[in-house]
């Protein structure tokens, strides 16, 4: 005869829970499981999005390719005795010009903006798809918010390196100084950042996290208290 386990025992709830999850894996797995009207449909939505920002793409891509080439090309017009000279001494200083990195951070704004663009199809996918939580939730600021912050705060470490060498003439591994100073730098820009990003998605961290300033104002408090305490 059949026994059922009785829902109210461990071996019971363990059970349920094992079904809950099988059901929940099967209605993932259906949701990919669409007839050919159905994906007519999503092809049509995701050329219909392609198209709205086609030119948008397209000046994307060709900065993206093309924006180095042309920046070393008026490098060398600027230069033209030290591609005339010694190549390998105009790649150096090309290199360290901020030509290049001018050039180099516009490249890194069209990559970002490329992957957003990508990042977008896939939310018109999964939302075609039945995934409820593309409309409940604002995921491409989300993504845009933390991808800006991230590349921010790289940019910024990178520029503090460039100052702390002096232009890349100063080998920042050579200066104990130096070298400390730079990761503390680091520690706070990234440490900022991340602070930032909690502030931006209203992250819950053990205590309601309203915003960046109150958050400081409450480690100053509690700063200030510490002091006081080891004074006394």
Do not use: C
Not at 132 to 143: A, E, I
Not at 182 to 203: A, H, P, Q, W
């Amino acid at each position: 005869p059949f026994n059922p386990i009785p829902l109210a025992t461990p071996n019971g709830v363990v059970a349920a829970k094992k079904t809950i999850v099988k059901g929940k894996v099967s209605g993932f797995v259906a949701k990919f499981l669409i007839s050919p009207r159905q994906a007519a449909h999503i092809a049509q939505r995701l050329v219909l999005t392609i198209q709205k920002d086609f030119w948008d793409l397209v000046l994307i891509v060709s900065v993206y390719q093309f924006i180095v080439p042309l920046a070393r090309k008026l490098y060398q017009r600027r230069h033209p005795q030290l591609v005339m000279g010694d190549p390998d001494k105009f790649n150096t200083l090309f290199q360290r010009s901020k030509t290049n990195r001018i050039a180099r951070a516009i490249r890194e704004v069209a990559l970002l903006l490329g992957l957003l663009f990508t990042f977008d199809i896939g939310l018109v996918l999964l939302d075609e798809l039945g995934f409820d939580f593309v409309k409940r939730y604002p995921l491409h600021q989300w993504t845009a918010g933390i991808v800006a912050s991230l590349w921010g705060a790289r940019n910024l470490s990178e520029f503090k390196d460039f100052v702390l060498t002096r232009g890349n003439r100063i080998d920042l591994y050579q200066s104990p100084g130096r070298r400390l100073l730079s990761r503390f730098l680091n520690l706070f820009i990234y440490g900022s950042t991340i602070l930032v990003i909690l502030d931006f998605l209203s992250v819950q961290t053990g205590f309601a996290l309203k915003s960046l300033f109150g958050l400081s104002s409450v480690g100053t408090l509690v700063f200030s208290l510490a002091s006081k305490e080891l004074a006394s």
